[in-house]
């Protein structure tokens, strides 16, 4: 039985995956296997030498030491797409929102209220100071296109959008996705030269931190208007601060708001409403504590953010799976004490990712504790697991 650690409130579709599966599951639980979270900060968190592995319901991951968790041999797992479909119609939401000032006229008309007879007439009056630009026709960049990215530049198509896309790290699943109508940019400056409107749907990562800056919007055309379903940092607020305040930006809207974000004009920001949906999060949950139990009962991994991802379905006695550096002869080594015990290999796989790697090793004979040590004292090895 595994001893899961919940954090947050998880939905009951992530629970129900690993109950019915017989393991324990709670916010109360010891010396956990596995922890399945949302937006619990584990910077700082001591992690028992037991656990093998996190899975955060949702896509975002910044709020889990992945760096600390490889070198301890602990895989992280994310679920990527799960909250896809909820992101992209609050972007789509946003779009209009950054056209046309519906929240100002909102307010506007609540504040005459009392008018009576008066109140028609008020608004004819009155509402040309909220108009703005419709989307068809215009030019939108989508920066990231991911599984919500890739949902947001198929949607604006039809609403009339030519569509630019950028991500230099596209995957083959995402080109799957996206349509042939989509303009691929060869580089981000084809999205900031040619864009009336940015969204924005990059990881929050080392390399997009502040991605958005001074230089980036003196590239961008006069009144462009940027929505962010990323992270706030990928966005410098002092610059995109001054970019409203000259014009250069006409609409800022973000999920991520901040003290200096709230001060800066207009501004549309929204308390990370993006993935807030129950569809969302019962899949999210799901797909989540899918991945988390796979792992512990098999050795898959999938949707890692922090090692390598590597699927094997089962065979043989047993499964012996090592996470190691991605060292020279490390592969060799494993399958040569292997061999040195007269066991079979019934079947296999290694992965690599950067300075990491997987191996998963199918044998015709179940081995002991003493073998696994065996292994697991070997230079270069983070954690061996015997299945």
Not at 225 to 247: F, H, K, M, P, Q
Not at 370 to 382: C, H, N, P, Y
């Amino acid at each position: 039985m595994f001893k899961i650690k919940t954090m947050n409130t998880i939905s009951g579709h992530g629970i129900d995956v690993l109950e019915k599966r017989n393991c324990l599951v709670g916010a109360d639980v010891e010396q956990p296997d596995g922890m399945l979270i949302r937006s619990a900060d584990l910077h700082g968190y001591d992690f028992g030498p037991e656990l093998l592995a996190i899975a955060r319901a949702g896509a975002g991951y910044n709020n889990i030491p992945v760096s600390e968790c490889a070198e301890k041999g602990i895989v992280v797992f994310n679920s990527p797409g799960a909250n896809a479909e909820a992101v992209k119609e609050q972007e789509i939401c946003s779009l209009v929102m950054a056209s046309r000032d519906i929240i100002g006229s909102i307010e506007w008309v609540r504040s005459i209220a009392g008018r009576g007879d008066e109140i028609p007439a008020l608004v004819e009056k009155g509402k040309s100071s909220f108009a703005g630009p419709e989307l068809l026709g215009k030019t939108l960049g989508v920066v990231g296109l991911g599984a919500v990215g890739a949902l947001v530049a198929n949607t604006a198509l039809e609403l009339g959008m030519e569509v630019y896309g950028y991500d230099p790290f596209m995957s083959v699943d995402a080109a799957w996705r996206l349509s042939r109508e989509v303009i691929r940019a060869e580089n981000i400056d084809t999205v900031f030269e040619n864009c009336d409107y940015i969204s924005i749907n990059v990881p929050y990562t080392c390399e997009t931190h502040h991605m958005f800056d001074d230089a980036a919007f003196a590239r961008m055309k006069p009144g462009v208007r940027i929505v962010n379903e990323s992270r706030a940092e990928v966005v410098d607020d002092e610059a995109i601060t001054a970019a409203l305040d000259c014009g250069k930006v006409a609409k800022y809207v973000t999920d991520f708001p901040n003290e200096t974000i709230l001060k800066a004009p207009n501004v549309i920001a929204m308390p990370h409403l993006g993935a807030c949906t129950p569809e969302s999060e019962d899949r999210c949950a799901e797909m989540a504590a899918t991945e988390l139990y796979d792992y512990l009962a098999n050795g898959n991994i999938k949707n890692s953010v922090n090692l390598p991802d590597a699927t094997l379905s089962r065979m043989g006695v047993c499964r012996l799976c090592v996470l190691h550096r991605n060292v020279p002869r490390m592969l060799t080594r494993i399958l040569d004490y292997i061999s040195d015990l007269n066991i079979n290999v019934e079947h296999m796989i290694n992965k690599p990712r950067g300075e990491y790697a997987y191996t998963i090793v199918d044998l015709g004979e179940r081995i002991g504790e003493d073998t696994a040590a065996s292994i697991r004292s070997m230079s270069d090895v983070l954690r061996v697991r015997v299945i």
